[in-house]
């Protein structure tokens, strides 16, 4: 019995001391330091990307349909103002320009003609009248069908690149199809990039913003923004915004991609915290960590509006919390102990 009694007694002992191993392991604090919240008043950068596009575009078509008999550009390459781009076979064309001036011939003579008889008292009035407007109309026939004949061909409006060819050889094209898309070369470029609605709500047309390339890494282009979408895309849900880039002596060419920072002119006051107190974040959103007066800490959600250097601008801190955690909070846990140092 006595043996039996002290072996319980050793039992109660062991799992006594492992009951305060657990407890001293859960009350164990951590150590962190703390910075403080900053209120500013500053404009937070947009960050984007785009392609490089020329300032203007033009989509380049035959004024009449037909069969395409002749194209003497290619994709990517550079023509000047005046160049035949492409044609088209001329013998349908050719045709209706010739049965439309024989038609017109042959209104002549009968409107000369029912002149002549109405100046006899031959004709009335209303055959001469008739024989007019015959006449007329198929003087306008026959402009139309030369005006065909002379945009059987496409010309080069300016100095520029074929962007895109949308026809070849041998293809029968609608009027008014287009054949090529054009790209004026000029002095200034324009960026197409797609904002998502925080993004496109904080910007104006005439904000300023520095443009860079993969091809000119270390070259900052000054652009303005141009144009603000009003709709958003159905596909990626982003607005599209047109930046317009000043070409400087850079080779730039159509399909760059761009790395954009728009500076928008209005101002706004945010909440800065450093980057380091950010856990668990993403592009819009994170959390950080608050000291209590019970020295535990308490996660709280934040929205992210930007990071400016090595701050972060946030929004969603409650006005009285003055300091985050900045050194330790990826190791801490809602409710946690902490001793602050210093």
């Not at 701050?311 to 846990?333: C, F, H, M, N, W």
Request: net charge negative; hydrophobic share 45%.
């Amino acid at each position: 019995m006595k043996i039996s009694n002290l072996l319980l007694i050793i039992i109660l002992i062991l799992a006594s001391c492992k009951n305060k191993g657990t407890t001293i392991v859960e009350t164990e604090t951590a150590r962190v330091r703390l910075a403080p919240v900053i209120k500013r008043k500053m404009s937070i950068p947009v960050h984007s990307s785009g392609i490089l596009a020329p300032a203007d575009e033009i989509k380049l078509s035959f004024m009449t349909g037909g069969l395409i008999s002749e194209i003497r550009v290619n994709e990517g390459q550079h023509v000047k103002k005046g160049d035949m781009l492409a044609s088209l076979d001329l013998v349908a064309i050719n045709s209706s320009v010739d049965q439309a001036r024989k038609g017109y011939e042959k209104a002549l003579r009968d409107f000369t003609r029912a002149e002549n008889l109405y100046r006899d008292s031959v004709a009335t009035l209303e055959m001469k009248q008739n024989a007019g407007t015959a006449l007329d109309v198929s003087e306008s026939t026959l402009e139309m069908a030369e005006y065909n004949l002379s945009h059987s061909k496409i010309i080069a409006p300016a100095d520029g690149i074929i962007l895109k060819q949308i026809a070849r050889v041998n293809e029968m094209i609608a009027q008014g199809y287009p054949v090529f898309l054009f790209g004026t070369s000029g002095k200034y470029w324009k960026i197409r990039t797609g904002l998502s609605d925080r993004d496109v709500v904080r910007i104006s047309t005439g904000d300023s913003a520095i443009v860079t390339f993969d091809a000119y890494p270390s070259v900052h282009f000054t652009a303005v923004v141009g144009e603000i979408g009003a709709m958003a895309d159905p596909y990626t849900g982003t607005y599209e915004t047109e930046l317009l880039l000043k070409a400087d002596n850079s080779k730039l060419a159509a399909g760059f991609i761009a790395s954009v920072e728009i500076f928008p002119s209005a101002t706004g006051f945010y909440t800065m915290v450093p980057v380091g107190s950010l856990i668990e974040a993403d592009e819009h959103h994170g959390y950080v960590f608050v000291v209590t007066d019970s020295m535990t800490v308490r996660k709280m959600s934040v929205d992210i509006v930007g990071i400016p250097g090595e701050s972060a601008a946030v929004t969603g801190l409650q006005d009285d919390i003055k300091k985050v955690v900045s050194e330790g909070a990826a190791y801490l846990r809602d409710g946690k102990k902490v001793v602050v140092m210093p």
